[in-house]
Every structure is written in structure tokens, then in C-alpha cells.
């Protein structure tokens, strides 16, 4: 039996996502971005090698805010890459997979490791709106000044404080204050800065 969790909803499936509440990503309009976001990334990605005002303009546009002398390492993958915010200076290495469901702000002055992860979207734990296809987004927010090492992953509703660290390999599940290092999964920190 099929059951219509948005009965009394008149909203649209985007405009359920762009609200923060679940949804189901059907919706014509959050496939059309995207694809728009895929073609983007993948435009950047040549012309990163061969055009760098070009590829700088394919950035802007793909992202919601691109910062002053920010440096971004194809490949880049990314759900909408509108929902995204990189401060000034920002340094993003190789494979940043950002599935921007829900905002992700990234601070100035920070440092990207090659393969991380920063990942909004989130879905039920009971199994059967899960197995209806519903999902969420929580917002991750990376203060200025932090250094994510490579292969971070960082979940949902995560906010990592100014100049803190994060060690390789590590599962950010709660938030990080800032001026520590944190290790391990999940994250902790081990010592002040």
C-alpha cells in the first residue's frame, strides 16, 4: 500500500527541499538543476587546464558564492552546487564531493584535502519512509581557517569551528569547536591549538 505523506501538502518537492523538510527528489525542476550543476562541473573541469578566467567564470557560476583567490581542484562533484559558499582564499583539493541538498559554507582561508566529503542530504531511519524514496537535508558549516585532511567525511547538520583541524580519514558526526584537532570516527578532539 502506497502512502501519500504529502497529502495535505500543496508544496512542491523543491519547494519542500529548498524549505528543509522532507521530500522526494522527483520533482522535474530538482532534476533539471542537477544536470545543469553536472555540466557545469564537468565544463570546469576542462577548462581548468586551459582557461583559467574561463574556468573561474564556470565556478561562479556553478557555486553560490566563490571568494577572492579561492583555488578549486577538478574533478568536483555536486548536487546543485547553488546551495555552496567558498570563502576567500580557500584552498579545495583534488574529488571534493559536495552533495549540497542543504547549504554548505566553507570559511576563508581553509584547506581541503583530496577526497573529502561534505554530505547534507539525510534520510529516516524507519524503513518505511526510507523505502518511499523520502529524504532531508541538514546544512554543514566550516568556520574560517580549518584544515579538513584528506578523505574527511563530514554529515549532516555539522558546523567545525575557526582554525580547527581535522584529522585524515576522519567521520565528522558532531560539531567541532574551534582551535582543536579532532581524529578518528567519530571525530574527537585530542588536543587544543
Known sequence: MTVDHFADDPRTNLQRMLAGDLYIADDPEIATRQRRAMRLAERYRVAFLDDHADARALLEDLLGFAGEEIEVRPPLYVDYGS???????????YNLTALDVAAITIGEDCQIGPGVQLLTPTHPLEPEPRRDKLEAALPITIG????????VIVCPGVSIGDNSVIGAGSVVTKDIPANVVAVGSPARPVRSL
Open 83 to 93: 546551495n555552496i559558499s567558498i570563502g576567500a582564499r580557500t584552498f579545495v583539493n
Open 144 to 151: 574560517d581557517n580549518v584544515w579538513l585532511g584528506g578523505g
